[in-house]
Structure formats: C-alpha cells, structure tokens
C-alpha cells in the first residue's frame, strides 16, 4: 500500500484551485469601495465628522482592513465622497441640458445642489476638509461651471435674469445649506430656493440673450 504524503496532498489539492480572475477582484473591489462610501454617508450624516470608521466598515458589511485598504484615513474617506458628489453634480447638469425645459433644469439642478450641501455641513466636511485647499478650489470650480451649464442656457432663453452668474446663485445657495439645520426638515430650505430662483427668472417678455 502506497503511504500517503499529507504535505504533498495539501500543496496538489491548493496548485488545483483556479486563482482569482484580476476582473472578478477589480469589480469586487468595486463593489466594497461603494459600500463603503454609501454607509459612510449616512453614519457621517448621522453622527458628524468624528463618527466611527469601525461602525461604516460593519453598514458596509466589510471587515475594517478592506476599509482602510481602500481609504487609509478619515480624511480620505470624505474626500471621495466629496468628489463622487461633485461628479454626480456636473454629470447631471449635463443630462438636465439635454432632457428638461431651461427652467426645470434650473430649479431640479440647484435642488440637488442644496441637497449636496446641506449633507456635507452636516457631515462637517467643511472643517475635515480645511487643510485640502487645492482639493476645495478644484471642486467649488467644478460646481461653479455645472451651474454655468443650466443657468446660461435659461439666460440665451430668456428665462433667466442677465445679470446674475453662477457664483451668485451657488452662494445663495450655500447659504441656505448653512442657515438651516436637520430640525428644519425640507421644507424651509426648498421654500428659500424657491425665493432665489424667483429672484432669477427674467421678467415676462425678456428678449433672450443672443
């Protein structure tokens, strides 16, 4: 009878499993990188800048060490979710210009603004994100010209005042986001949008800008 070799059993039976495809690890990847990012906006959200990094790993269903493998520190964490945020924003700038009237895309494009803001003040993003000037100015540009997007279209309409810009509605806007808290529910920051996008429609028979 032929005596078996455990150590050499171990390594043929291991040498027979097929590795992992590097496209099924890249979309696994994936797929935990936006879990990771969909439970750590709503523990943010929930509990502030300093929520626990323990608690978004356990929504996630992911161990800490894919958390930290994919985001090594807490400001990086909410860096991507910033920037998954703005591009969301600028992508849907460009869909609102191809599907909706001028001033639907206005209003639906500057609601989801305040939505983006008023979410980051309360995740404290402000402060954690103090230090990465560079990062702030390169998102705040890419807001300022997807406002660009819908609001120059309403004004070549003639459905938008001439003279106000981007700037000035994103910080209305941010203004809003700041000057109202959780306990106020939806309500009073749609109805402040409202007031500003009134203030921005073009009176009745304004010759559209060239």
């Given at each position: 009878m032929t005596k078996r070799n455990p150590a050499k059993d171990s390594t043929d039976a291991a040498a027979s499993v097929p590795p992992p495809t590097p496209g099924a690890s890249r979309a696994d990847a994936r797929v935990n990188r936006e879990r990771i990012l969909t439970a750590a906006r709503e523990v943010f959200s929930e509990s502030g800048p300093e929520a626990s990094l323990n608690e978004i790993a356990r929504r996630a269903a992911v161990g800490p060490g894919t958390l930290y493998r994919h985001f090594p520190n807490r400001q990086a964490?909410?860096?991507?979710?910033?920037?998954?945020r703005v591009t969301a924003l600028s992508r849907l700038a460009d869909?609102?210009?191809?599907?909706?009237?001028?001033d639907d895309a206005l209003a639906a494009w500057f609601a989801a603004l305040l939505a983006h803001a008023r979410l980051h003040q309360?995740?404290?993003?402000?402060?954690?994100?103090?230090?990465?000037?560079?990062?702030?100015?390169?998102?705040?540009?890419?807001?300022l010209d997807a406002a660009d997007t819908v609001l120059?279209?309403?004004?070549?309409?003639g459905t938008a005042r001439t003279d106000v810009d981007a700037g000035d509605?994103?910080?209305?806007?941010?203004?809003?986001?700041?000057?109202?808290?959780?306990?106020?529910?939806?309500?009073?920051?749609?109805?402040?949008?409202?007031?500003?996008?009134?203030?921005?429609?073009?009176?009745?028979?304004?010759?559209?800008?060239?």
């Open positions: 964490l909410m860096v991507a979710i910033v920037k998954d869909a609102l210009r191809e599907s909706h009237t001028p309360g995740m404290g993003v402000v402060a954690m994100l103090g230090e990465t000037v560079d990062f702030g100015i390169d998102c705040h540009r890419v807001v120059s279209r309403a004004q070549r309409e509605l994103v910080q209305l806007v941010a203004g809003i986001a700041l000057a109202t808290t959780r306990d106020d529910g939806p309500s009073r920051p749609e109805r402040l949008l409202g007031l500003v996008l009134d203030s921005a429609h073009a009176a009745t028979g304004t010759t559209p800008t060239p």
